[in-house]
Structures are given as C-alpha cells and as structure tokens.
C-alpha cells in the first residue's frame, strides 16, 4: 500500500504512514490501493483535512472487484489403465474492464502427464473490474478439471479415488486421500443416479493445489524491556486469520513464556516490513524471522543471565519462565530478573525472512520442489431434490496439509471458512450482467445469494503435519487451498447424486431441474 502510494502521489516513502487497525474478509482483495484509495487520498490532499470513504452493499459489489467468469475446455487422454497422455485446456474469461481472468495451474501441475497444451485468454467487457478473491484462477481451476477427471474414471469404469491414486504424485494427498474417504464412507458410495426416491444422496471428491508462497521482504523486531515485558512488532496486518496470535505464540516458545506474556504489534508501516497478506503467504513468511529475533535477544539476555549463574550462554536454556543451567536445574534466574540486569532500557533485534533453506533442495532436488506444493482433499456429501431441484451439502470432510500448524484452531477455523466460501461458490453466488450496459443487477444481498447458517454443513477437518525443514519454524499457508477443492466435490458429489452433470455455477435449482429434463436449459 505505501509503495502504491508513493508511485501515485510521487511521494518518498518516508513521507507516508499507513495503519491498519483492523481488516475482514481480505480474501486477497485488499492488498491494493484501489481506486477509492487513491480517490481518498486525493480528496484528503486537496482539502488539507482527514478523508473517511467507505462503500455501501451496491458500491462494494460494482466497484470493488469480482471474481473473474471463465469458460473452459477441457481435453484429456488417457491409457486404460488410467495414466494420463495428454491434457489440452483452453479457456476464455473475463473480469470485466481488468484484471486476468486465468483459471491457475492445476490442470497442468496436479497430475502426472508427459503432454500438455494450454491456451488462457483474457476477454475485456465494459464491467466492473476484477480482483483476486481466495485463489485466483485455481478455484475455477479445478471446478473444470477435477470434474473432467471424475468423466474420465467413469469412462474408463475406474473409482475416482483410485484413478487419483494412479496419476497423482503426491504421497501427501494419497494419505490425505485415505484419510477423507474413510471418514465421509466412500465404500458406500453407488453408480451415479441409482439411489431410490426423490431426494438422492451422492458423493463426490475433488482435490487442491496451491503454491508454498513466501514474501521475503518480511521483518519482525522482537523487544525485551527491562522490566521483562516482551514486544514483536511487524508491519504485516491481520485479515482475521489470527497472525498476531501466531506471532506471539512463535515468540513465547523461545522464551519459554505464555503467549499472553507477549504484546504484539503490527499494521503500521513505522515497524519492519511485514509484507501482504495474500497467496497464503503470511504465516510461512513472517513467523520465522519473528523466532529468528527473538533467538538472537535472547542470546543477549543469555549472557546477562550467565554473569548472575556463573555459566556461559551456550550452557543455559529457557524453560517455563526461567533460564537454568542445562543439567542443573538448581541454578537458575527468572526471565525477570535477567531482564531486570539490561544495561539499557531494553534489547532488541530486527530479522528478515531468508530463503528457504537451500541444503535441503540440493540433497533431494525435484522431490524437493515437488513437495513444495500445498494442497488438500476434500470430500462432500450432498442430498439433492429432484422434485424442487435444491442441493443440500450434508456434510463436508477436508484433509489438509501446510507444513507445521502453528495454531490447529486456527487452522480448522481457516478451513471451515473455505469450505464456505467454496460452498457459495457452488450453489449461490453469482453476479448477473444486463447483456446491452454491463451493469450489475443483483448488487445486494437479495439476489445475490450466499450461504448462511441453514445452509451450512458438518464440517469434518483433518490436519497432516508435513515437517520438511525449509525455514525457522516449518510453516505455510492453508486460506486458499481450504477453498479450491469444495466446489468440484460438491458438483461431483451432485452427478453421483442425480446421474446427470452440471457444467455450470452455479449449481441453482433450476440449474439442476434443466440437467434432468424438468425445465428448458438456460442459454
């Protein structure tokens, strides 16, 4: 946002502040300046005086963004063992007046597949512009791929499971695999369209794949005052996945106290670069120089304490509040006292993200990279009524890795928010266009549905812990992948349901009544 800004007004970075109190529903969408940025602070530049401009329900939907629409095709061949020869994807989409509507990588990067051909193209219209919204093209991504996969194991009188067992890679999604259709009941899952009466039940699954991002221009400074209060300060902002809880947790540990022993504070430009929050990024790339600070004021404070025990600051460790001799627990100090012996005020140091550590791809090269990859799978049971066409998401079981889990409650709250989201994605949301002006004609939240409470699932999460030892506390993200996988589940979920698929989102009752023949096809 201060670079943006800076480029904008023409303006030294030192002469611009920027504070984040507080953000919700970031989602990827907030880490510009926006057009009403820059229109606030032209207002604000031009009468000298503070500018407060927010947006109501019909200028959020109309100028603030949208996920792009794509159109897909979609070529796979395969031997009739299931392995892959080749996979042809071309697709057309739009966001309206900007931004790329590119439906990601999943096609060419989840499955193993000596051929690929792909062609993306970006249509503009006279629309309101696009923005990134949770994934950005992998969440369209798969709704076209892990569908055509589930047509190809039909085709070929393969389970969809163990098709994926065949041409995915991943040792980590084969157990996640495991792990999900144990728990949602895959043995009982029938032929598509066979379950009696008129609301049938069906099964689906479908899987994600999302980069290990990491921002390397993020920095954390960790504070120890004299009084043995504690401080992390980063510029890196919370979108309401609960970074600051990570970060005091991460700091407590070294320093062997409670994480309500620690203050953090973030948002604000006047501390380290703490980089966007976008991509999954944040935790993978501020977390570990937050532990790497907070080593290094330790060892400062290691050598205050070794003067009062008479030991040297390799020999000492940090343990439930004290500092001891290693082995001799008798002679110890308080991390109060120690800090109470600083010559200064406090003692502070500044680390910045390194690279992920380079030995470790040197020694396993390709596997390496491979493993890099974030993911999931997700598994969806649906009831869909066949008389009035409504689809019903009964229950949802998502298996995911990102590394070490910092914080599983976290986690699992991440996890049942894309599920969510993906299940609006699915069967609600969607932006209507007059054909002649481009304009919006749902701008609310009458006709343009989301799910709510009656509408949501049981949601069953699983966490894999995936050590690989690639920075200083082994972490990534999971906000995007928790999204990609629910839509093509609940849609493959829906075909084993009614024995007739649905292409298209999102998947409405008249949507479902048209597939069975009940009411004509919408053009």
């Not at 009656?454 to 995007?480: C, F, H, K, M």
Request: aromatic fraction near 6%; charged fraction near 25%; glycine fraction near 10%.
């Amino acid at each position: 946002m201060r670079q943006e800004l800076a480029e904008e007004f023409g303006l030294p970075l030192n002469r611009i502040r920027v504070i984040v109190d507080a953000m919700g529903g970031g989602f990827g969408s907030k880490s510009s300046l926006g057009t009403y940025g820059r229109v606030a602070v032209e207002l604000s530049r031009r009468t000298q005086a503070p500018v407060k401009l927010f947006l109501d329900r019909e200028e959020e939907q109309v100028d603030a963004g949208n996920r792009p629409g794509t159109w897909q095709r979609l070529r796979i061949g395969a031997k009739h063992d299931g392995s892959l020869t080749a996979i042809a994807l071309q697709s057309y989409g739009t966001a309206g007046v900007g931004l790329g509507a590119g439906v990601g990588n999943n096609a060419e990067a989840l499955y193993s597949c000596a051929n690929f051909a792909g062609a993306q193209h970006d249509v503009f219209i006279n629309a309101g512009p696009g923005c990134a919204m949770r994934a950005p093209g992998n969440t369209p991504g798969a709704f076209g791929l892990e569908q055509a996969i589930d047509d190809l194991a039909e085709r070929l009188e393969i389970d969809p499971v163990a098709l994926r067992e065949r041409i995915d890679p991943s040792p980590l999604r084969r157990e996640e695999r495991r792990i999900g259709a144990d728990r949602i009941g895959w043995q009982r899952r029938h032929a598509p369209g066979t379950d009696p009466g008129p609301v049938k039940r069906g099964l689906g699954m479908a899987q994600s794949l999302w980069g290990a991002n990491v921002q390397l221009d993020a920095a954390c400074e960790v504070r120890v005052m004299r009084d043995g209060s504690v401080e992390v300060l980063s510029s890196v902002q919370d979108i309401g996945t609960g970074i600051g809880t990570v970060l005091a947790q991460t700091v407590a540990e070294v320093f062997a106290l409670r994480p309500e022993e620690i203050t953090v504070r973030i948002g604000d430009t006047e501390f380290p670069g703490g980089g966007p929050s976008y991509g999954s990024r944040t935790t993978a790339s501020v977390t570990p120089p937050a532990r790497t600070a907070a080593w290094r004021v330790q060892r400062e404070l290691f050598r205050e304490a070794g003067l009062v025990l008479n030991a040297s600051a390799d020999d000492l460790v940090a343990r439930e509040g004290k500092i001891l001799v290693r082995g001799d627990q008798s002679r110890s100090v308080s991390f109060r006292e120690a800090a109470a012996r600083l010559r200064t005020d406090r003692i502070s140091a500044v680390a910045s993200r390194s690279d992920d550590y380079a030995g470790f791809r040197r020694l396993m090269g390709d596997a390496a990279l491979a493993q890099q990859d974030l993911g999931g799978v997700q598994f969806a049971a649906v009831a869909v009524d066949t008389e009035t066409g409504i689809v019903r998401v009964e229950r949802v079981v998502a298996v995911h890795d990102c590394g070490r889990p910092m914080n599983p409650r976290q986690i699992e709250s991440q996890v049942h928010g894309g599920v969510l989201m993906g299940l609006s994605y699915a069967l609600f949301e969607e932006r209507i266009l007059d054909a002649h002006t481009g304009r919006m004609v749902n701008p609310n939240l009458e006709q343009y549905k989301l799910a709510g409470p009656r509408e949501t699932p049981d949601i069953d999460v699983v966490l894999l812990e995936n050590y690989q030892g690639q920075s200083a506390t082994d972490a990534y993200g999971i906000a995007e992948p928790a999204n990609i996988a629910t839509a093509p589940a609940i849609a493959n979920a829906v075909y084993n349901a009614i024995g007739v698929r649905v292409r298209n989102l999102p998947i409405t009752p008249a949507a479902i009544l048209a597939a069975l023949g009940k009411i004509p096809q919408r053009s």
